[in-house]
């Protein structure tokens, strides 16, 4: 089994409505990362997580320690949304050069 | 935006030829970090670096080398290339390798082998 599950692989929304990614774990983490990942671009961090919620205009992330799971919502979707998103964990008292990503989720926000 | 520039960004190659992929940054990081990224797969570790000229393997190291004689530069060597090594290849910078550091990526350079 994984280390880092991410659900679903696949998305596809109408632009406006409210979304969720999962990222289910298997290990202690000292923190999750969310990434965002444009179609032919770079990798940019969202957010890093150890406990709780954060906020970032309309993305949302929240992690539970105790289930061993995270959630990034987006609400009032837009097409520019679109992207692949990679929840990555930092496993405790590891450094970053052993940081475990998932496979993505890819979202397509249609007009 | 973290200052991290890959080049080249696109490569087609042929099998066996020797293909260098660099990493440049001005953020003065001095952890540096070379992964390639296939479908169904995550992030994958090749090599490291913890300073000038000090690097280490990473999780898929085997048929790649890596140099760094520079702060701000991290170089990927494939010997000689295979079509397995076909990929999207991603550079990262980090401030710290602990438990509370964070990653800062590059743009990807993508390397079709034939």
Known sequence: KNEVEQSPQNLTAQEGEFITINCSYSVGISALHWLQQHPGGGIVSLFMLSSGKKKHGRLIATINIQEKHSSLHITASHPRDSAVYICALQRQWEGVRDMRFGAGTRLTVKP | ?114
């Open chain 2, 1 to 114: 935006d973290a200052g991290i520039t890959q080049s080249p960004r696109h490569k087609v190659t042929e099998t066996g030829t020797p293909v260098t992929l660099r990493c440049h940054q001005t953020e003065n990081h001095r952890y540096m970090y070379w992964y390639r990224q296939d479908p169904g797969h995550g992030l994958r570790l090749i090599h490291y670096s913890y300073g000038v000229k000090d690097t280490d393997k990473g999780e898929v190291s085997d048929g790649y080398s890596v140099s760094r004689s520079k702060t701000e530069d991290f170089l990927l060597t494939l010997e000689s290339a295979t079509s397995s090594q076909t990929s999207v290849y991603f550079c990262a910078i980090s401030e710290r390798d602990s438990d509370s550091g964070e990653l800062f990526f590059g743009e990807g350079s993508r390397l079709t082998v034939l």
